[in-house]
């Protein structure tokens, strides 16, 4: 069956360090992919996102990338900072699907 | 500011009784979603709809119930067949039901006493 999973239940960085988190799928079908950052006691907020005809996406800060042929996608967070410290949830959609299936989720902790 | 409600933000109840959460998006969104979160869990979908009267079950249905009579709103009841209510719940919506980001409310945490 589907499946969205994440290789690290939490990661912890030093302040200005760049982070890394990882997120495996199964479903060779998925075509749209989702990074969401949720803070504690709040719904998850859209961060970044990237269909499968592209390999890297850029935003503020973040970069996404994507290996089709390991179904891996990984989210990279550039001079992390306080703020950045929440669970990070990957999600994925498989074209003509209803629904997003999610990863379990990876809880980023900054280190002063 | 366009966005989605969810309330009440908390919510506590005694075993046995049936309870309604709601959630009121003025987005113009298609499609909408229930999550529960289990704490250090991910998301699990309960029930979604993709257009006014119409809804389908997600993976945990049971024990939940929904409807959608407007295209703005998408209550959730917690009845009291749902064994272990006690959780966090996330209302989402998209544009379109097949594409696209989910925009989430900011969540009911519901505790059953």
């Known amino acids: 069956g589907e499946s969205v999973g994440l290789h690290l239940p939490t990661l912890s960085v030093q302040e200005g360090d760049n982070s890394i988190i990882n997120c495996a799928y199964s479903n060779s079908a998925s075509d749209y992919f989702i990074w969401y950052k949720q803070e504690s006691g709040k719904g998850p907020q859209f961060i970044i996102d990237?269909?499968?005809?592209?390999d890297k996406r850029q935003g503020q800060r973040v970069t996404v990338l994507l290996n089709k042929t390991v179904k891996h996608l990984s989210l990279q967070i550039a001079a992390t900072q306080p703020g950045d410290s929440a669970v990070y949830f990957c999600a994925e959609n498989s074209q003509g699907a209803q629904k997003l299936v999610f990863g379990q989720g990876t809880r980023l902790t900054i280190n002063p | 500011d366009g966005g989605i409600t969810q309330s009440p933000k908390y919510l506590f109840r005694k075993e046995g009784q049936n309870v309604t959460l709601s959630c009121e998006q003025n987005l113009n969104h298609d499609a909408m979603y229930w999550y529960r979160q289990d704490p250090g869990q991910g998301l699990r979908l309960i029930y979604y709809?993709?257009?006014?009267?119409?809804?389908q079950k997600g993976d945990i249905a049971e024990g939940y119930s929904v409807s959608r009579e407007k295209k703005e709103s998408f209550p959730l009841t917690v009845t009291s067949a749902q064994k272990n209510p006690t959780a966090f719940y996330l209302c989402?919506?998209?544009?379109?039901?097949?594409?696209?980001?989910?925009?989430f409310g900011e969540g009911s945490r519901l505790t059953v006493l």
């Open positions: 709809s993709q257009i006014v009267n119409d809804f």
């Open positions: 989402a919506s998209r544009l379109k039901p097949n594409t696209g980001e989910l925009f």
């Open positions: 990237i269909r499968s005809n592209m």
